[in-house]
């Protein structure tokens, strides 16, 4: 009997060893697939699942419902307002001049929603068609008096500071800054604030071009690792970016600063730099502008450390790059559009180097 019960006591220490060996050969098949999964992890706007949406302005798949209205914002520019707040978070953003030598931004939000933005500034012409042509609700604070007749008389969805000021839900006033460069966007009531004046704030979107993972293995163009555009000899309205070719993303700078995120330091990185040549217009003794953004004209599109000359398109009231008439794909991802002035031009204002 003894030997019966150490017989059965062996043959379980055996079964036992055997089971464990084959764990450790299967953690083991497992861990080699989980690191050749890794090595052939997927590239910029490639992904290894289904994915049943794309974002329409970055081009990058989700699971999530995209049916959220895009939300623009005139953020401010001064130097005075430097660094700001949310811009990191913006799909694209377009630089146009506002008066003077300086520029202001309007910042397209679809994909990702930050809390805060700003510092939010006035109202121009040729933002709010922007706006108005990505179905945007247009967010501003202040304008002159005819601007917002323009916005009301053309039926600009819209939600002005100056209606909210520092109403601690959808504007506040910051102590840090003094205005006319402290008013921030909270984005979090702006959709709220919206349906409260009877708007959708919810859309259906068609994606822009975006550039397929072999395209973007066989971008045609010259080098172009640093950017550099003169909006005005003043130092404070030079605009650069510079290529980091580790993650495929240029960075931006002002007055040889880095552009970054005032709450959380990050830098501000793009996709794709789209910088468009066009008439602009003085139009009062303020220095405003009328900037034409519907007859087209030559471009320069700058993605993955290359330069490709191409013309822009107001398409349904989008600026997409083109060539022969046919949309060219952006890579996936964000967008910064520079517009300048057609005199002095791309070739005196544009400088690529390596």
Known sequence: MRKLVCFFLVLLILMAACSKEEKDAQDNGEKENTLEQKNEAPGVGETTEEVENIFPLTGIGTNEAVDNRIISVMVNNHSLARPQTGLSEADIVFELLAEGSITRFLALYQSELPDVVGPVRSAREYYFELANGYDALYVYHGAAAFIDEMIQNRGIEFLNGSIYDNDGKLFKREAFRKAPHNSYLQIGAVYDAAEAKGYESTATYEPLEFLTADEMTELPGEDANHVKIVYSNKPMEIVEFDYDAANEKYT????????????????????????????????????????????????????????????????????IPVKDDQPVGLMPGKTWINVIPSVPGLQQSVTISN
Do not use: C, M
Not at 293 to 318: A, C, F, H, M, P
């Open 252 to 319: 931006r700078f002002s007055d040889q600063e880095k552009t970054v995120d005032l709450n959380t330091e990050e830098p501000i990185q793009v996709e794709n730099i789209f910088i468009v040549e066009t008439d602009h217009e003085v139009i009062d003794d303020v220095g405003r502008r009328a900037i034409d953004l519907s007859s087209g004209g030559e471009g320069y599109l700058i993605q993955q450390g290359k330069i490709q000359e191409v013309q822009w398109k107001n398409q349904d009231g989008r600026i």
